[in-house]
């Protein structure tokens, strides 16, 4: 299994990317805030759904290029300080756009909800790119099963990921709210995200390659 150091690392990342504004944080908060917390749920549920086909497609995958590949571990680990420092300047280049800007949303059923969740995350890159490239930094043969590591991972990320957006669900409004009268909070907010991720980068990139 992960080592329980790498385990709390991993988890620090998977709650660094869930705070990153993306398309699941805009559509959850966009959700609540035009039709309601129970909309906001329901929509996450089916969010959640898609990080498990994302979770098992990246535990299958890095089985198989561990036993193919070995050196891959290398191209995934720059692509992923890459994608980190690509998150960085995202977070603090001028013009960002705040998540709690909610738009504008059709009042849809039930069923549709959680299937609108799905997609969204299901199609959305910087959950992809996180399964593919950061995932592979916490993985080794020589702690066991690579897919029962993946899958311990991916639950991580997953607890993690279901903890922070319910809580932003069920405080959408107050936080929409406190962001329009805070806006020197939400720049001083992005501007420390922006360097732990740049940071985080930094490390994965000064990583020695794991033995295979």
């Not at 660094?16 to 805009?26: F, I, K, Q």
């Not at 993985?139 to 029962?148: E, H, K, L, R, T």
């Not at 939400?186 to 994965?204: I, P």
Request: hydrophobic share 60%.
């Amino acid at each position: 299994m992960v080592p329980l150091p790498d385990w709390f690392l991993f988890a620090g990342a998977a709650l660094l990317m869930v705070l990153t504004p993306g398309p699941n944080m805009v559509y959850l908060i966009s959700r609540s805030i035009c039709q309601g917390r129970q909309a906001g749920v329901i929509s996450l549920f089916g969010v959640i759904v898609g990080f498990l086909v994302h979770m098992f497609a990246a535990a299958a995958g890095l089985t198989a290029l561990f036993l193919a590949i070995p050196l891959a571990y290398e191209v995934l680990k720059w692509a992923g300080a890459a994608y980190l420092l690509y998150l960085a300047w995202a977070a603090v280049k001028p013009g960002a756009r705040s998540p709690f800007e909610a738009r504008a949303l059709t009042i849809d059923p039930p069923h549709r909800l959680f299937f609108m969740g799905f997609v969204t995350n299901l199609l959305n890159p910087k959950i992809a790119v996180f399964y593919l490239s950061i995932f592979p930094q916490f993985v080794s043969p020589v702690q066991g099963s690579v897919f029962a590591q993946s899958l311990q991972l991916g639950l991580t990320q997953i607890v993690v990921s279901f903890s922070v957006n319910l809580a932003i669900v069920l405080s959408a409004a107050r936080l929409a709210a406190w962001f329009a009268r805070s806006p020197r909070w939400l720049a001083a907010q992005r501007y420390l995200m922006g360097t732990v991720l740049a940071a985080l980068a930094v490390k994965m990139a000064m990583e020695p390659r794991r033995a295979v």
